[in-house]
Nanobody, 124 residues
Framework: QVRLVESGGGLVHAGGSLKLSCAVS????????MGWYRQAPGKERELVAS???????NYAESVSGRFSISGIYADNRVSLQMDSLKPEDTAVYYC??????????????????WGQGTQVTVSS
């Protein structure tokens, strides 16, 4: 019943920019944190950036200063502005949310949900 739908991936030359967006929908009571992970071929999935409902942001060291995350919790949306892209940023990017579904609004811990992923390819 909870869905995360990403958009905005694609192919870009090194030094270029892309913006990823994610919409979270469904029977949601509240969202604690939204963020983005990525997984390159042959590598483990890694955190790129996250933002809490209170506005606290966290970035991977490899993207700090180049990527910027923003979240509109009133609309259950999160975006990732990616500038100065490098070939090593090539990966499938996944939107994620730690939230309480309405059916589990009294749970002690939030549940983690994932989008289907969107491909970002940076050519050299």
């Amino acid at each position: 019943q909870v869905r995360l739908v990403e958009s905005g991936g694609g192919l870009v030359h090194a030094g270029g920019s892309l913006k990823l967006s994610c919409a979270v929908s469904g029977r949601i009571f509240s969202i604690n944190t939204m963020g983005w992970y990525r997984q390159a071929p042959g590598k483990e999935r890694e955190l790129v950036a996250s933002i809490t409902r209170y506005g606290d942001k966290n970035y991977a060291e490899s993207v700090s200063g180049r990527f910027s995350i923003s979240g509109i919790y009133a609309d259950n949306r999160v975006s990732l502005q990616m500038d100065s892209l490098k070939p090593e940023d090539t990966a499938v990017y996944y939107c994620t949310a730690a939230l309480f579904p309405r059916a589990h609004r009294d749970s002690e811990n939030p549940e983690n949900y994932w989008g289907q992923g969107t491909q970002v390819t940076v050519s050299s």
